[in-house]
């Protein structure tokens, strides 16, 4: 049996991550400490989540730029409901966050499927004008701690079997998305619609539809990932996670996660978020410059799509001589 | 006349003994061609004749494994487009290559366009210097128009336009009026007769008999990349031209095939599509091959992707054992028995992302899960089943698509929609760009599965496999049914002259 593609730049990275912590363990033994490591794992919470999203978005060949500006205007509105409804539940307010990211994440996918905007265009529009919503519905003020209820801070700080909340979200995302990658119909359509759209429509699969439900799933994660980071930082304002879009695209990038569609994982995207989590909170720790932080990290999106082209190239042999063949 | 052929005696551009072979395939076999001055010369022959081989070869896109080509007597290699541009050689393509948001001056000149003495665009040379092209060619177009804003016959112009403004002095035209409309056939008519006073010498590609007829001085014939005949029009007939074509040594074997006359499972009534096709209506009984043959742009395949709800008709029914059938969309034909395998095996066929296995249950996933998961041995044990079937070699079903040979990727397509245990299935073009020795598998399995009562539709437009295979043929032209034939009318001429239009049909019936 051959060896897969996948596993083999899923097990590169895994070892770069390694390689990395060993580094900086070398110069700073308390970082690879299980508790440090936990913190890194829950501060790298949401960019795990969002990079779910991105991945299956990316695999049906669109790109969600939006996702930052949804995980703001969710946040928003979940605070501003529980400064004017206090004692609502959190499942509630779970849900609502879930539901809200869901909508908008459909607005973006519908502009795809049903009007064919390019995907870059649409995000990028209903980024701004999400951005522009919470603007409006909070006059620019901030919603802040102290006008927060408990419970609704408290929720992804809760310690249950020695990892806070945040994280327990971010395994069942992951555990969840496994599944449906590896084991769903749903999943199987995103891989054949990124991987030959023209052959996904003779084969019965509804390439537009398909492209929205992973808007839909994007969403989804945005709008949750909305409620647990306003809730955890414990404040709301219009630039929350600003420019976070592109964190979520680069740590999909750095997964392996082809730009092109079709190819990817979702172990490929918690990776690619993981390389990104410890560079960002291993470089303070031995006093390496923020620049240098941006330099690796844009670094590795680079090597990581050389490795893509490279695994690539060998396809596009076969394509030549087919195209050298008479017609 | 006489003059002028007098002083053609000599071409300007020859063609002597050229060969070229890709893997598996003699495209060209010592073929001459001879083009003269002020003449046009049609070059005719079948599908998979050679004839776009040989205008890639005088383009410079491709090189000749053997032979000479000679411009004006002297031996010249022809290694780049840049080459045959220089030595005065240009074509106007079926498709035309030109800029879409470039003024028809700038796609006239560009790569060559006049400079000023900093060497930027002089664009006020550029524009008259175009205009006086266009006039000369009388194409009455506005040089600042963008050319996406031309219909097809005026791109031909301006193509035609760049052509003569790299003084060319071979012009080949690939199927010019493919695409035209007859208003616009009879100007190209007329620009044809403008570049023989000109001196150019024109090589015309046709399927059109009454187009060879109307304006070639000479044909040359070529067959399955031989060269076959050539010499004057004013001394052959559409019949003589035909026969030459077609009159072929079968050197392909076809596995024997029970004729079996049952009831009919799929009809097709008075289909129809606002640009496409019209007035369509056919049946297909259980257990038949059903060829559908045409020239290139006749409609199959689109009425293909339309019975199969990938375009929808405007008008017409279809009926899937004696009941009505809705199709809007390729899960709805799939879910009423019917598949397509369709021509681009790359395009339109197996997803390389995924593994062997994956690909094969793609369309039967409801069947290999249970309540909405995925039983990857399910899987396995559905793969399993349909490529050994149908004697797919590969390592392991776990392999990557993009691994195996196109025989085997095209068996992998049809493993999958076999899976789907379909009543109707529809090959496009299933043996295209496949080996001899995976045609003969692919035929011998349709064979199989037709006498195991599945019906198929075949389009093709190799003749031999078209009449080796069918049971029935239905021969399209302009998006309509020219002719169905059957038994003992199935002949390669009979098939021509339906697909080309030839109404005259003298002793067909010796044949």
């Known amino acids: 049996m051959l060896p897969r593609l996948i596993p083999v730049r899923e097990t590169v990275l895994a070892a770069a991550i390694l390689l990395l912590l060993i580094l900086v363990a070398s110069r700073f033994s308390g970082f690879v400490a299980p508790a440090n490591l936990v913190n890194v794992f829950n501060d790298t919470a949401p960019l795990i989540i969002l990079a779910l999203g991105q991945m299956v978005v990316i695999m049906t060949r669109c790109i969600d730029l939006s996702v930052a500006a949804n995980l703001a205007l969710t946040g928003m509105v979940v605070a501003m409901i529980n400064v004017a409804m206090p004692d609502l539940p959190i499942p509630v307010i779970l849900a609502i966050a879930v539901l809200l990211g869901s909508v908008m994440g459909a607005i973006n996918g519908m502009l795809v499927w049903k009007l064919a905007i390019p995907p870059i265009v649409v995000t990028l529009g209903t980024m701004t004008i999400f951005r522009g919503i919470i603007f409006l519905i909070s006059d620019g003020k901030w919603v802040n701690s102290h006008e927060m209820s408990a419970a609704f801070t408290g929720f992804p700080r809760a310690v249950v079997l020695g990892l806070p909340m945040m994280s327990w979200v971010a395994i069942a995302a992951v555990a969840l998305f496994g599944v449906m990658m590896a084991r769903t119909p749903l999943g199987r359509s995103i891989i054949a619609v990124g991987g030959n759209p023209h052959a996904a429509v003779y084969t019965g699969i509804n390439v537009g539809k398909t492209q929205f439900i992973a808007f839909l799933l994007s969403g989804a994660l945005a709008g949750l990932t909305g409620y647990l980071w306003v809730a955890r930082y414990a404040v709301a304002y219009v630039d929350i996670a600003g420019g976070f879009e592109l964190e979520v695209v680069a740590a999909c990038v750095i997964g392996g996660i082809s730009i092109a569609g079709g190819i990817g994982s979702v172990g490929g995207a918690v990776l690619g978020a993981l390389f990104l989590g410890v560079v960002k909170n291993a470089m303070p720790v031995v006093n390496i410059s923020p620049f240098w932080q941006l330099a690796i990290s844009g670094s590795a999106i680079l090597i990581a799509v050389a490795f893509n082209v490279r695994a690539g190239r060998s396809k596009g042999r076969i394509i030549l001589k087919r195209a050298e063949a008479p017609s | 006349m006489n003059e002028r052929l007098a002083l053609a005696h000599s071409p300007v551009v020859s063609m002597d003994a050229i060969t070229k072979t890709f893997p598996g395939v003699k495209a060209l076999d010592q073929v001459r061609l001879d083009l003269y001055p002020g003449e046009v010369t049609a070059l005719v022959g079948e599908n998979g004749a050679g004839k776009s081989t040989t205008v890639k070869v005088l383009t410079g896109i491709y090189r000749p494994d053997a032979g000479t080509i000679r411009i004006d007597g002297k031996p010249v290699t022809l290694s780049t487009p840049n080459d045959a541009s220089n030595a005065g050689i240009t074509a106007i393509h079926q498709e035309t290559v030109l800029f879409d948001e470039l003024s028809v001056a700038e796609n006239i000149f560009i790569g060559h366009a006049p400079r000023t003495r900093l060497g930027l665009i002089d664009r006020a040379e550029m524009h008259s210097a175009a205009q006086q092209l266009l006039d000369e060619i009388g194409a009455p177009l506005n040089t600042h128009t963008l050319l996406r804003d031309l219909g097809i016959a005026n791109k031909h112009l301006v193509a035609l336009a760049r052509a003569l403004s790299v003084d060319a002095r071979v012009v080949i035209m690939d199927e010019p009026t493919a695409a035209l409309s007859h208003k616009e056939i009879e100007e190209l008519y007329a620009l044809v007769e403008t570049l023989k006073t000109q001196g150019k010498a024109i090589l015309f590609i046709s399927h059109k008999f009454d187009e060879i007829f109307r304006i070639a001085d000479r044909y040359t ?289 010796e044949a």
Request: charged share 25%; with cysteine.
């Open chain 2, 221 to 509: 014939v070529f067959r399955d990349g031989a060269f076959v005949e050539d010499g004057l029009v004013t001394d052959i007939d559409e019949d003589g031209l035909v026969k030459m074509m077609v009159g072929r040594s079968v050197d392909q074997i076809f596995p024997p095939r029970q004729h079996k006359i049952a009831e009919d499972v799929f009809e097709v009534e008075a289909y129809e599509h606002p640009t496409e096709f019209a007035d369509i209506s056919f049946s297909l009984r259980r257990g038949e091959i059903l060829g559908f043959y045409g020239l290139v742009g006749a409609g199959r395949s689109e009425l293909m992707q339309s019975l199969f709800g990938i375009t929808r008709p405007s008008g017409g029914a279809c009926r899937i054992n004696g009941t009505p059938c809705v199709i809007r969309s390729p899960a709805d034909a799939v879910a009423n028995g019917i598949v397509y395998v369709p021509e681009d095996r790359g395009k339109q066929g197996a997803i390389i992302g995924l593994p062997i296995f994956q690909n094969i249950t793609l369309p039967s996933l409801g069947r290999t899960s249970r309540s909405g998961f995925l039983k990857i041995a399910e899987e396995f044990k559905l793969a399993r089943e349909y490529s050994t079937r149908l004697d797919l070699r590969a390592a392991s079903l776990d392999q990557d698509v993009g691994s195996l040979s196109g025989g085997n990727q095209q068996k992998v397509v049809i493993a999958k929609w076999l899976a789907t245990q379909p009543q109707v299935i529809i090959l496009d073009e299933p043996t295209k760009g496949i080996d001899i020795g995976s045609k003969a598998a692919v035929h011998a399995f349709m064979a199989e599965l037709a006498a195991e009562g599945l019906s198929i539709i075949m389009v093709s437009s190799e003749i031999p496999e078209v009449i080796g295979m069918s049971d029935r043929v239905i021969v399209m032209r302009d998006g309509r049914i020219a002719a169905e034939i059957s038994g003992r009318d199935l002949h390669p001429e009979t098939l021509v002259r339906h697909a080309a239009g030839i109404t005259t049909t003298p002793q067909l019936q």
